[in-house]
């Protein structure tokens, strides 16, 4: 069942965090709705080539008995894409089992992608399923861990590619006066196993700002990411502004 308890401030403990600490920690017991725009300028491999992604992306967390669930679902809307295509991708669902420690926290569950895509070109055509695990831990402003996802196709169009990937998120964000932080972006290292390559390996930064519109409390982020992996079609460097609305329990 979900927690329904009265809102906290800013100021006070989610979890052993403060607020706007907790909305930069995927681990957190922190239900949240956001809006992200992703626009990627060039392109790797192809010349004049752009393009533009709107994520909507949920989590919601909930209990099964004394275990502390998050449950988060991301919704790809891609607006622009190099070969003119537009529309909804595959959907992404986890999962995560989280355990208070006293340094942090740590999780560990399963991420499914959903063939949600309204156009074949837009998607993998393939059900998948593999362990999500990770931690994250807190030294006063600091907040630094580890989140990876794996995912292996089980269903689908067989005459598509096979799903075989593992996908890395590092952590690292610091806490700044006045509710402001920095730290790296949402870089997600994508390991192919079929390919035995790295598809992506982005480096980046980002700046946030957590702000309250009456008792609403919003989080703004931006960040630049740089895709050092150029043996592929890939984007060469990405703008991310996410707007994040949070509901503390």
Not at 34 to 49: E, K, M, P, R, T
Not at 156 to 164: E, I, Q, S, T, Y
């Amino acid at each position: 069942m979900l927690i329904t308890q009265p809102a906290l401030s800013d100021e006070s403990p989610q979890g052993g965090q403060s607020l706007d600490q907790a909305a930069n920690d995927p681990t957190a017991s922190l239900m949240s709705v956001q809006v992200q725009n992703l626009y990627s300028g060039n392109f790797h491999n192809l010349d004049n080539a752009s393009s533009n992604t709107v994520l909507l992306r949920s989590a919601v967390p909930f209990k099964t008995g004394d275990l502390n669930h998050i449950a988060r679902v991301t919704v790809p809307y891609f607006t622009k894409t190099p070969s003119s295509e537009n529309g909804f991708g595959d959907s992404v669902l986890f999962d995560l089992i989280a355990i208070d420690e006293s340094w942090g926290r740590w999780g560990v569950g399963a991420v499914l992608l959903v063939p949600t895509a309204s156009k074949e070109e837009l998607g993998a055509d393939k059900w998948a399923l593999g362990p999500a695990f990770g931690f994250t831990a807190r030294d006063h402003k600091l907040l630094f861990g580890l989140f990876n996802q794996n995912l292996l196709s089980f269903a689908g169009d067989d005459n598509r590619p096979d799903v075989n990937i593992s996908i890395i998120q590092p952590i690292l964000n610091y806490s700044l006066p006045n509710k402001w932080s920095v730290g790296v972006s949402e870089m997600t290292l994508t390991y192919d196993w079929d390919k035995s390559d790295w598809l992506s390996l982005p480096l980046g930064a980002k700046i946030a700002k957590m702000h309250r519109f009456g008792k609403q409390p919003v989080q703004f982020t931006g960040s630049y990411e740089r895709n050092y992996q150029d043996d592929y079609v890939v984007p060469e460097w990405t703008l991310n502004f996410i707007v994040k609305f949070l509901f503390p329990v």
